[in-house]
């Protein structure tokens, strides 16, 4: 996609007076373990990068590379959490959206102006636009969600030391063949979604 193309939805926002527009997605809403994610991005205005798009069409590696350029040249990012716990008692939809507005209300910098992935924003508290599939058509939604993936990967990574027994650094708590097997092997560990098991 031409830069310009990845930029309309953002110019479209500054078009209508908002200077600072943020980006934002989540990683984990499938996985049978671990938190939901969100990442929140401002970038500069036009500002793209080699590879940029929809986290799940980037290579693990590239997605590393992206992080750290992202990182380095946004206005303002943060990423938001929900746990398992929450993901269990207020379901995974209202946890993704709580996720979100962590990751926009951790911003060192505040938008007036929000560009959501997906068809749903209840509780996001800034004016916004919700994009079905924005990670693969705004700048500032594959930013956040480069972040998002990376950031989720890493914890879950972190999670296989912690519960070596689930092969988490190879699945990242999705629902894999792997996965099942070792959850019937061993039962589910503290940070397993007790409300996505029922199927066991």
């Not at 373990?33 to 793209?48: D, F, K, M």
């Not at 959206?97 to 505040?110: F, H, K, N």
């Not at 792997?178 to 007790?194: D, K, M, Q, V």
């Amino acid at each position: 996609m031409e830069a310009a193309e990845f930029w309309a939805f953002e110019e479209e926002c500054f078009a209508q007076g908002h200077s600072l527009v943020c980006g934002v997605d989540e990683a984990g809403v499938g996985p049978l373990a671990g938190p939901v994610c969100a990442g929140a991005v401002i970038l500069p205005r036009g500002w793209t990068a080699p590879y940029l798009n929809d986290s799940k069409k980037v290579t693990e590696k590239r997605r590393e590379t992206l992080y750290e350029q992202i990182t380095q040249a946004a206005v303002a990012w943060a990423v938001g959490w929900a746990d398992e716990k929450e993901i269990d008692q207020i379901n995974i939809l209202n946890a993704r959206m709580l996720a979100m507005e962590r990751a926009i209300q951790g911003l060192a910098v505040e938008p007036s102006f929000a560009l959501v992935d997906g068809n749903w924003s209840q509780g996001i508290t800034l004016p916004n636009r919700t994009i079905v599939k924005g990670d693969g058509k705004s700048a500032s939604i594959a930013a956040a969600s480069i972040l998002a993936k990376v950031s989720r990967d890493r914890f879950m990574c972190t999670m296989a030391e912690e519960y070596p027994q689930y092969g988490f650094e190879r699945h990242k708590g999705y629902p894999t063949k792997l996965h099942y097997a070792r959850l019937r092997e061993f039962g589910p560990c503290p940070i397993h979604r007790r409300s996505f098991l029922k199927k066991l």
